[in-house]
């Protein structure tokens, strides 16, 4: 059975903040560690972006308020009534609580009846997850309806609090990069979509040609992890692992930390990924319209509009679509973020391509989705 | 058919290899960590002895590698005697590349008969004799595919690796001038195998045998590795 994408939307928490006002939210842990941080938004290109905190580090939202408020948004605008939606699935890096799942809480703070539902828990490819496993549901004539929600509410973790005291804050006051990264990268946020086994009546539809959605864990160690601290040798130690929560904490165990070298080291493979899909006839990158790739950093584009070109398989750069600049990296929601911008766009038209890509640094995923536009049902 | 049909038809064949060839070797080189010899070296965890096979085990197939681009010249026929004459200059350039190894050998504490005189593992051989029975096939362009995948080893990971294993078993720059040679220079001849590239993948069927020259070869060089001291 086909399955369509039929209305999307998102929530962005509080008012955009510039580069110059993040650390009245973030903090400031040491005028050395801040001059870092310009330095890495000088590689990302993020201009703005959303928190889910206050100045004062306190917050009304968690991530699972975040993401029912953005499925509201989804079926504020559908055609279809709420009651008939048998599944959800939820996409995030971290919930608000270790235990039960994020989908639990979004599916309680929806007020909806009872559902199926999926916890999809990795970094930003867990949204693609999340799709897969929605569009399987409709596919398989399991449910008519299906809802798909990524949020992220990482900021909380960004505070001074989170890091002065701990191992990883050197005598100078600095961070390690590996910890500091992700302090000037990532954000808050949260988007969704409703999948269902029939195109809208009016407006604009996406139909879901296929997802991939491919781990190579088998050769790479994890490059962004958060809830273990690395041991001397290399090793990972699970927070779990140490003799208290106050030793894991102060070993640095609950910080989100990011393998920069690694990063660069994934590139090729996710690449190599894409031009499987080129090779083997999946994407026809000349045929692509709208290209929205979840890239994390401008320097990142860079690099793989290099090696794209270079083998031939390069979508031309004014088909990419993005809004990273404008709404920061959020993760798990970004791909939502970007295809309800582009939906809103004005721009799509009947009988386009879109091609999704979402890269995941976390132990190296690479998701992509071809979609086709449809407009009232055609 | 137009001329600007041919030169497109030209530069998508290009594009096509060099596209399959990036694949084999993104998957060769990042995969390369699953072999216990690398892996133990990317995490810190090399003894000595670990070096000094290492070189034994490449010595006795570098030892080959001018011979069999010798070869694969002489079976190059006059509609490809551009590529020939790069195939000449390239084994010219590597005809000696075994006495680094075993200069590099003697540097880190071996002796010189004992890398002399050990056979080729087991991989070595399957991997020699692939090279042998394709350089000796007329017109052998296949060859381009697994010049890339040694070369490009080279290029991007013989720098990086000597410089782990000078620091891991403090050892001079002459015992690591080999990798760290070619960590300089392979970038240069990546360069030049481009320009061949151009030169033999002027159809799909060329093309889909110079890539699937490259799969075999990433697995047998692979296989070498895998294989160290089991001769």
């Not at chain 2, 001849?189 to 069927?205: D, R, V």
Request: hydrophobic share 40%; charged share 20%; net charge negative.
């Amino acid at each position: 059975m086909e399955v369509f994408i039929n209305a999307s939307g998102q929530f962005l928490p509080g008012e955009p903040v510039p580069n110059e006002q993040m650390t009245d939210y973030i903090g400031t842990i040491s005028p050395d560690a801040d001059r870092r941080g310009k330095q890495t938004l000088r590689n990302n290109g993020i201009r703005q972006r959303h928190y889910a905190i206050n100045a004062d580090g306190s917050t009304d939202l968690t991530v699972a308020e975040m993401a029912a408020r953005a499925l509201g948004s989804v079926l504020d605008c559908a055609e279809t009534d709420p009651r008939s939606i048998g599944f959800l699935a939820s996409a995030t890096t971290q919930n608000d609580f270790m235990v039960p799942g994020m989908a639990s809480q979004v599916h309680a703070a929806m007020g909806l009846p009872p559902m199926e539902i999926a916890n999809m828990q990795s970094v930003c490819a867990s949204s693609m997850m999340a799709l897969k496993a929605a569009a399987l549901q409709v596919a398989q004539a399991e449910h008519d309806a299906a809802l798909v929600c990524g949020a992220e509410f990482s900021s909380r973790y960004f505070r001074p609090g989170h890091y002065l005291g701990t191992d990883a804050v050197a005598a100078d006051g600095t961070l390690p990069g590996d910890a500091d990264f992700l302090r000037w990268t990532l954000s808050d946020g949260a988007a969704g979509l409703l999948l269902e086994n029939r195109p809208r009546e009016r407006g604009l539809s996406l139909k879901i040609d296929w997802i991939t959605l491919t781990s190579f864990a088998d050769r790479f160690a994890p490059c962004m992890t958060g809830g273990a601290a690395q041991q001397d040798d290399g090793s990972l130690k699970p927070w779990s692992h140490f003799t208290s929560a106050e030793a894991a904490a102060r070993a640095g165990a609950f910080q989100l930390r990011q393998d920069i070298d690694a990063l660069y080291r994934m590139l090729p493979v996710w690449l190599g990924e894409f031009m499987r899909l080129v090779d083997t006839g999946r994407i026809d990158p000349l045929s692509v319209d709208w290209f929205c790739c979840h890239y994390s950093a401008r320097s990142l584009r860079k690099e793989m509009t290099r090696l794209a070109t270079r083998a031939g398989c390069m979508i031309p750069e004014e088909r990419w679509f993005t809004n990273l600049y404008e709404k920061g990296n959020v993760g798990a929601a970004s791909i939502f973020l970007i295809l309800d911008d582009l939906l809103r766009s004005g721009n799509l038209s009947a009988g386009q391509k879109i091609l999704l890509a979402v890269p995941e640094s976390g132990q190296s995923i690479m998701a992509h989705a071809g979609l086709t536009v449809m407009e009232n049902g055609e | 058919m137009s001329a600007s049909r041919t030169i497109g038809d030209a530069k998508a064949h290009h594009q096509a290899a060099w596209r399959g060839l990036s694949r084999e070797r993104i998957e060769f080189e990042s995969t390369l960590v699953q072999v216990p010899i690398v892996k133990r070296l990317l995490e810190g965890n090399w003894r000595a002895h670990d070096y000094r096979s290492l070189l034994v085990n490449l010595r006795q197939q570098v030892i080959e590698g001018s011979r069999w681009i010798s070869r694969a010249a002489s079976n190059l026929s006059p509609e490809h005697e551009d590529l020939r004459s790069m195939f000449v200059r390239h084994a010219v350039a590597e005809h000696r590349d075994f006495r680094l190894l075993e200069d590099n050998y003697v540097a880190a504490g071996g002796r010189l008969e004992e890398i002399q005189n050990r056979p080729k593992n087991i991989g070595s051989e399957a991997f020699s004799a692939f090279m042998y029975h394709t350089a000796s096939k007329p017109d052998p362009l296949g060859m381009l595919g697994a010049m890339f995948i040694i070369e490009g080893l080279g290029e991007r990971m013989a720098g990086e690796w000597a410089a782990l294993i000078q620091s891991q078993l403090d050892l001079p720059d002459k015992a690591v001038s080999f990798l760290a040679y070619h960590g300089e220079n392979d970038s240069e001849h990546i360069a030049m195998f481009e320009h061949a590239l151009k030169l033999a993948a002027t159809s799909a069927e060329r093309t889909e045998d110079i890539v699937r020259h490259a799969r075999v070869v990433a697995r047998l060089y692979r296989l070498q590795l895998e294989e160290l001291d089991n001769v």
